[in-house]
């Protein structure tokens, strides 16, 4: 007899796919003997990182035989001047996923219950389920609704709230989807909810949004006490390798992290290297404009081909093909780009493809008109 392990793992576990990454460039070369590939899966920003932060890690990096600063002083210190909060109101993770983990550890259990948006980010349910607690999935909103179609829908989210709700995830802008909330609707649903219930913005594209409207959630934290910001190193600094990501919330939560919080959980490099790239606005101002061009090229190009596409504020786009788009994704494959399908989020007829620069953007889009002509869809 052999043993079942999964039937031995929490009930949350059995019912949970392992999150699913875009395909390394690697493989790809390794599978197909492509070369030259242009990966645009996993909204990684083509510019990298910052020369400060190069400069930094070019440096042998001091002590490796000794444990990080688990309290990460210097990058919090600077954390909190340059975000106007107090360093106990930082935590820092593994990436901003590591804080989202802490959060459901921290907040959620068996019979307790989650709130998210059909769409939202894949790391939702895992860190929900994986603690045994309940998922509640709110509908989106209706792809013909005006302006934000698969966007949350507040009031449907505000609807799910029982007296066993702990915790809800608001990705602003959402991944995949690139879609937002503005400044008066998620102000006036934090409002509206009971304060016992805490409220996750993940912001990890943030730096990226340029609408005027766009909530400055950090100026809410004084009012709202339930309420948490996530943001991280991943996306717009172009850490993603390193993996740094931090969440902002009142001292009373932060405390409740802290005690979840692996003793070192962000490493010696990724603590310098983040730390180095707070210090290039001009770096990160170039990056903004070169992805704010990169929205326009993409918006056009969909238009000029009738091609249907969800509005974003992010720096990835996803493209509705109106039919099963895999055989349009491995099309691509064989053209050494990658993109991302996301049929994992139950849509299965579009792919999210990273906004990058002048040059790629270009290439994807000459290896999609190929390979769409190839299929016979143009
Ligand atoms: C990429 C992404 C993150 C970032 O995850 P890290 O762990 O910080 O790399 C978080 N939330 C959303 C919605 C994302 O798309």
Redesign the pocket.
Known sequence: MTTNFLELAVKGVQGLQPYLPGKPIEELERELGVTNTLKLAS?ENPMGPSPLVLDVLQNPVPQLALYPDGGGFTLKDKLSSKLGVTQAQITL?N????VLDMIARAFLCEGREAIYSEYA?A?YPISVQAVGATAKVSKALPSDDEGNPYGHDLEAMQAQITDKTRVIFI?NP??PTGTWLKSDELDSFIENVPKEVIVVV?E??FEYVTEPDYPDTLQWLSKYPNLIV?R????IYAL?GL?V?YAICSEEIADCLNRVRQPFNVNTPALLAATAALDDDEHLQSCVEINTKGIKFWRAACQYRGLEYIPTVGNFITIDFEQDAMPIYEALLREAVIVRPIANYGLLNHLRITISTVEENQKCLDALDKVLEQLGIS
């Open positions: 909204n993770g990436g901003s996923n590591d980010f790391v990705a959402n991944n993940d990890a594209y996530t991280t190193f991943s996306k993603a993996r990501g």
